[in-house]
């Protein structure tokens, strides 16, 4: 593995105690950082934290709770400033027709993938200007680019990911601030339990390298995008689906 240098850094990394998320913040610690595990489940936080070790730490955090994301952002930069987010947490919403699928579904579904990263940014992004530097992933999918049947909600709201990605890299263009998103394929993760394995079968078939991404692949992306060896890029959408979407 190459040790990218992250060295003095801090990290907030939502959805962090399991998946993709824990594998970023693992990534992360190996490369120097200390990095904050927001999640809505205390339980699995605090597993997480222990299995990482002295430089992760967590908190509870319902992300969709503009209060709540505003008194986290200022409790964590009272206790060190924070260099990099990663916008991680998702949900899939489950699997069904646009019309067959519930309202509220829909409506938490993007709650959760695209107003949360909003608020974190909305919280963190003024306290992060002070310091001049600064770096901010998104977790976005092939979904967002391609449209997924049966997942409307979710492909609605990693489309909406990426926008945001591109408005808030050019906001924020000559802050010291860079902003970019990933795009993985499918991780077979707790996240596959919302699925139904039509869906899960349908993913899989439309990979050319035939295998679901490994979180420690996007982990790794997401740890480049986070260094100081990124600094000309922002804005952009990073594919990693293993040849789905070559653009």
Known sequence: MNRIDLEGRKAIVTGGARGIGFATAERM????????LWDIDAAAIDEATRSLGDQASGAVVELTDEGAV????????????VDILVNNAGITGGNAKTWDLAPDVWRRTVEVNLVAPYLTCHALVPLMMGSGYGRIIN????????GNPNASHYSASKAGLIALTKSLGKELAGSGILVNCVTPAAA?????????QEH???????????????????????AWLAS??????????FDISG?????
């Not at 040849?243 to 653009?247: D, E, N, Q, S």
């Open 29 to 36: 610690i190996a490369s120097g950082a200390a990095v904050e």
């Open 70 to 81: 505003a008194a986290a952002a200022r409790r964590s930069f009272e206790a060190r400033p």
């Open 139 to 146: 977790v976005a999918s092939i979904a967002g680019k391609e």
């Open 188 to 196: 077979r993760t707790a996240i596959f339990d919302q699925m139904t």
């Open 200 to 222: 899960i079968d349908y993913m899989l078939a439309k990979i050319p390298l035939h295998r679901f991404v490994e979180p420690a692949e996007v982990a790794a992306m997401i």
């Open 228 to 237: 100081e060896d990124c600094s000309f890029t922002t804005g952009a959408v």
């Open 243 to 247: 040849g789905r979407a070559v653009y």
